[in-house]
């Protein structure tokens, strides 16, 4: 077994709910390996670190538990998945300085095009892992549960929004 960190973001089935009316719940229905985050009114955020084969099953387990205690929740984002370049930098423990340079210094085909170009531009995590991990020294130091968890959230993210377009029945 292995041990995932990620974070869940819930919405609460009516923006008056309590979220810490949840906890006692939550606890009971197997997230008792979160840390809540009750700070916004009909939102709740659950951190995990959770024992899994794979970063799916953890995932998906923590989904389900936590739409057991709460149910008409609906997920609005699994984490580590979108990105800055500052966001990059701490989580490989570089400078922000450092990490620029190195999508400055590289051929603008082989870096990973962001989801959002901007001030921030952002991309998925995982695909700017997989970048990393080709160029070799860089990617060298690349925690393969955090490679498993970000490529997990980044495709949760995704099928959650093509549900929420109509472009994709709901399906568990």
Not at 27 to 38: E, W
Not at 67 to 93: F, H, M, R
Not at 97 to 103: A, G, H, I, M, V
Not at 122 to 143: A, F, Q, Y
Request: hydrophobic residues 40%; contains cysteine.
């Amino acid at each position: 077994m292995k041990e995932f960190d990620f974070e869940l973001i819930f919405k609460l089935p009516t923006t008056t709910d309590d979220p810490s009316s949840y906890i006692d719940a939550l606890f009971q229905s197997g997230c008792d390996d979160a840390t809540l985050s009750t700070g916004k009114l009909g939102m709740i955020s659950l951190s995990f670190s959770r024992e899994a084969q794979n970063a799916a099953k953890a995932v998906q387990s923590a989904i389900r538990d936590v739409q057991q205690a709460i149910p008409n929740s609906s997920l609005v984002e699994a984490t580590p998945d979108i990105v800055s370049i500052t966001d990059i930098s701490s989580i490989l423990g570089h400078s922000r300085q450092y990490t620029r340079k190195l999508f400055d210094t590289n051929s603008a085909s082989s870096i990973p095009s962001p989801i959002h170009v901007g001030s921030p531009s952002i991309w998925h995590l995982n695909e700017v892992l997989g970048w990393l991990k080709g160029m070799g020294k860089s990617g060298n130091n690349i925690n393969e549960t955090l490679f498993e968890i970000s490529a997990i959230t980044r495709e949760v993210n995704l099928k959650r929004q093509l549900e929420a377009s109509g472009l994709m029945k709901a399906a568990v």
